[in-house]
């Protein structure tokens, strides 16, 4: 089948190609998919780049988490799919033709192949930063880098659990943070001073997404550091905040644990209910390299996704 394959670390552009490679199978607790569209997430230019230390496959291993596709084959144990059905979810070597997910939802046929191959990651992710920090409807959280392909989607998943959301962005996404309904403040030098400007009441939570702002200066936005949580900076896990890592791929008990399954059913629900509505840039997988570079740069709105 047609994939992009990497066996080295290096730069994103040089450490893959597109070849060909065999197609992957479906194992007890997991199904096949002929992929449709597939998410970038920073993660799989690390995981390319050599970057993710043990959380590296071995290679050579084709990169991609997010996929949306219509099931091709149902593994052992799997009852509520059946080949023909269309789906998205989480899955590795999902930048390739066909790909495995361990955990997935049924996709509504009115949301965009490309849309929900933007969701999975990102909302397993929000979904997991919110909990751990026990968000309540009520209350007021600030979002450091809400208009990337998590940080976009942390805000529509906390704004649907009943917070109100101040969200930092470039200056040319200020605009986009508005649309998906936080209040927007500038990242960068003097961001504290912005955001107390327009939360004179106070916080009560920080979503570090980025991974830019220093662990201190998110702590003085709250009252105490446990109420910090990032998905992108374990020093806030060593000032006394929370830190939390990407879940690695997961068979079925551990899908279960993890609440894997859940969070695409939350996902499927929050996309058919226009609760969720993500910006993509999509390139076809010919275009990988440039669509990768898009990714890297660190200025994306919503998410770049790759059509096989
Ligand atoms: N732990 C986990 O489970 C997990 C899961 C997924 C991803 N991640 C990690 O989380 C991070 C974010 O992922 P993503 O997919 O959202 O990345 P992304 O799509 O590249 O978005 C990056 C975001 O950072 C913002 N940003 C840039 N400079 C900033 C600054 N100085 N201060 C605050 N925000 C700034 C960008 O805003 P502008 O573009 O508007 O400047 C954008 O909103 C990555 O490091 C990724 O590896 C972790």
């Given at each position: 089948m047609r994939a992009l394959t990497y066996?080295?670390?290096?730069?994103?552009?040089?450490?893959?190609?597109?070849?060909?490679?065999?197609?992957?199978?479906?194992?007890?607790?997991?199904?096949?998919?002929?992929?449709?569209?597939?998410g970038i997430s920073p993660?799989?230019?690390?995981?390319?780049?050599?970057?993710?230390?043990?959380?590296?496959?071995?290679?050579?291993?084709?990169?991609?988490?997010?996929?949306?596709?219509?099931?091709?084959?149902?593994?052992?144990?799997?009852?509520?799919?059946?080949?023909g059905d269309?789906?998205?979810g989480l899955g590795s070597g999902t930048h390739a033709a066909h790909a495995v997910l361990f955990a997935w939802a049924h996709k509504a046929p009115q949301i965009d192949w490309s849309v929900a191959a933007a969701a999975p990651l990102a909302v397993e992710t929000s979904q997991r930063a919110l909990g751990l920090i026990e968000a309540q409807a009520g209350q007021n959280v600030f979002v450091d880098g809400g208009s990337g392909g998590v940080g976009a989607v942390a805000?529509?998943?906390?704004?649907?659990?009943?917070?109100?959301?101040?969200?930092?962005?470039?200056?040319?996404?200020?605009?986009?943070?508005?649309?998906i309904g936080a209040v927007p403040v500038l990242h960068g030098?003097?961001?504290?001073?912005r955001v107390r400007a327009?939360?004179?009441?106070?916080?009560?939570?920080?979503?570090?997404?980025?991974g830019k702002t220093p662990a201190e200066d998110l702590a003085a936005l709250v009252s105490h550091l446990a109420r910090v949580v990032s998905i992108a900076n374990p020093e806030v896990a060593e000032?006394?905040?929370?830190?939390?890592?990407?879940t690695p791929s997961a068979g079925p008990d551990e899908r279960e644990e993890r609440g894997l399954g859940q969070a695409m059913a939350h996902a499927a629900d929050l996309l058919r209910r226009n609760a969720l509505v993500i910006k993509v840039q999509t390139f076809p997988l010919e275009r990988a390299a440039e669509a990768y570079a898009r990714s890297t740069s660190g200025q994306v709105r919503g998410k770049v996704v790759l059509l096989p």
């Open positions: 066996t080295t670390s290096g730069a994103p552009a040089e450490g893959f190609h597109l070849g060909q490679t065999p197609e992957p199978h479906a194992g007890p607790g997991q199904v096949r998919i002929r992929v449709h569209a597939a993660l799989d230019r690390k995981t390319v780049a050599g970057e993710r230390g043990e959380a590296e496959p071995p290679t050579p291993a084709v990169p991609g988490i997010d996929a949306a596709g219509t099931v091709d084959e149902v593994g052992e144990g799997v009852s509520d799919v059946s080949v269309e789906v998205f805000v529509q998943v906390a704004l649907d659990r009943g917070l109100g959301v101040v969200a930092s962005a470039g200056q040319d996404n200020q605009d986009y943070l508005r649309e030098e003097g961001l504290l001073e327009v939360a004179p009441g106070g916080l009560d939570a920080v979503l570090d997404i980025a000032r006394g905040g929370i830190f939390t890592g990407p």
